[in-house]
């Protein structure tokens, strides 16, 4: 198989972090760019509105500002160099955002992180988390769940 789009889908977690060193390794290898994303959680933008008393569409450019932020920090930790990596920031729900970027790009690979922000029990540990276990069943790609230690290391 050959590679020519990797999307990874980041939470800024360290198994997100482990899922894109992954990804870089196999972008090198099969000279294949990497295009980074992150999705706003609909629901929380949602949660803040509501909490502030404010419609939700007047907090998403606060909310895609940070996030943007965010994926530059991270790439900026993550050393690039040589690699074609562009990032992207959506809304939505993120399994969801995933599929339809996934789609749009025409990945042929999708990286992410057994297990994000919120951590693992003993569900997670079973299915991977519910965000990459509904992409694993829902595109038709290959999907690469990275775990947090890869081959013994972090």
């Known amino acids: 198989m050959d590679f020519k789009a990797i999307l990874v889908a980041t939470d800024f977690s360290e198994c997100a972090g482990a899922a894109f060193k992954l990804a ?3 972008a090198r290898q099969f000279g294949a760019k990497i295009v980074l994303l992150h999705v706003i959680q609909q629901r929380i933008v949602a949660r ?3 909490h502030l008393k404010v419609k939700p569409d007047s907090l998403l450019p606060a909310f895609r500002e940070e996030a943007q932020l965010n994926l ?3 790439l900026q930790e993550c050393r690039c160099d040589s690699l074609e990596v562009t990032s992207m920031v959506t809304v939505g729900i993120p399994f969801q955002e ?3 970027v996934a789609r749009d790009l025409a990945a042929d690979l999708i990286v992410m992180g057994g297990y ?3 951590g693992r ?3 997670e540990e079973v299915f991977f988390g519910s965000t990459a276990e509904k992409v694993v069943r829902l595109l038709p790609c290959p999907v690469l ?3 947090l230690t890869v081959g013994g290391e972090q």
């Open 98 to 100: 995933i599929a339809v």
């Open 116 to 118: 994000g922000r919120s």
């Open 24 to 26: 870089k390794n196999l």
């Open 121 to 123: 029990g003993p569900i």
């Open 48 to 50: 803040v509105a509501e």
């Open 145 to 147: 769940c990275v775990p």
């Open 72 to 74: 530059d920090a991270f």
